[in-house]
């Protein structure tokens, strides 16, 4: 796991957790000048991460992509058991690490933020996945990566590639890494489904579903199955001994949802709230001193630049001035902003 300091004002645990679900992490190191990032020490020593220390000279300087490019092309090298690289970052400069990564044998992971990551490194990816997925955003996580029309075409497109190889039906782990190869930045949690299993049954009116020795199978949905008794129809999970939930057994009046789950402070209430609209907690005197900032340039030089042009000179200005301030957190309270004055 490689990961620039950009991308701390993130919860770090969910993002650990999911990667640990995709198989152990031997490596984790984060990229930074932590002379001046010290507040996320204790979230990433709870997360066992390897901070590696990258002074910063002056701004603009990219020094530490160009240490986080080095040690991960000496790891490739060096680590021959080490087959997976998770990139959390959304700069299209990883892209020719990613590449380089991808002709030593490695499977490459991305992880960013829909708002700024770039497509070309999305694509350079073996996959690519949203963080907002990763981080269960329910209200928009409709909204990212492709539509759900271009998803099923996506589909249809690698189905007929299997139908030219006569490999009907295609098992799903094999339909999904084909699907993968066309478009890395496919994933089925950005439908709001946990498995690839839960999207195809979704999509049933567009393909069929079969199982054989206990795997799951697919093939267009206009397929004539070979009459085998080893291939059969996939049929939705049941409950297991065919019960019901228990608790969809109870009337309604009578669950009581308090003993059920433990009603959260306060804190903890406002702390979801933020991590589910993407949010990092800013205090009011650097809200008030940004947008104030981003106010005076945009009444100096109207329209003379792009947003993202205006946060990064307004990011190196703070790295001038000693101030911690991330451009997502910038890009956090531009968007704030607009929202309140809508």
Known sequence: LWAEQEFL???????????????????????????????YREDLMNNSMDLIQIYSIRAGKNRADIRMSLDAFETAILREQVKTFVIVSGDSDFGPLVTKLREYGRYTLGIGPRDITHPLLAKACDEFIYLEAILDDQDEVHDLGMDHEAAR?????????????????????????????????FNEANFGFPQFRTWLENNADFVTLFVRDMHLYVAPKDYNAPGTPELQPWAKEQPRNGRKDELSQLPQKNVNLDQIAPKLSSRLQYKQIFNRLKMTSVDFSTRRDVLRDIYRELK??????????LLEELCQLYEAQGLIRSKTTLRQIWQMGFRQRA
């Open 9 to 39: 004002d993130l919860e770090l645990t969910p993002l650990i957790e999911f990667l640990q679900s995709r198989g152990p992490v031997v490596i984790k190191r984060v990229y930074g000048d932590w002379s001046r990032f010290g507040r």
């Open 153 to 185: 075409s996506l589909l249809d497109k690698a189905l007929r590639i299997h139908t030219q190889r006569t490999e009907l039906p295609v098992p799903a782990t094999e339909l999904k890494q084909t699907m993968l190869l066309l478009d890395p930045a």
């Open 300 to 309: 100096a030089r109207p329209g003379a630049r792009t947003t993202d042009e």
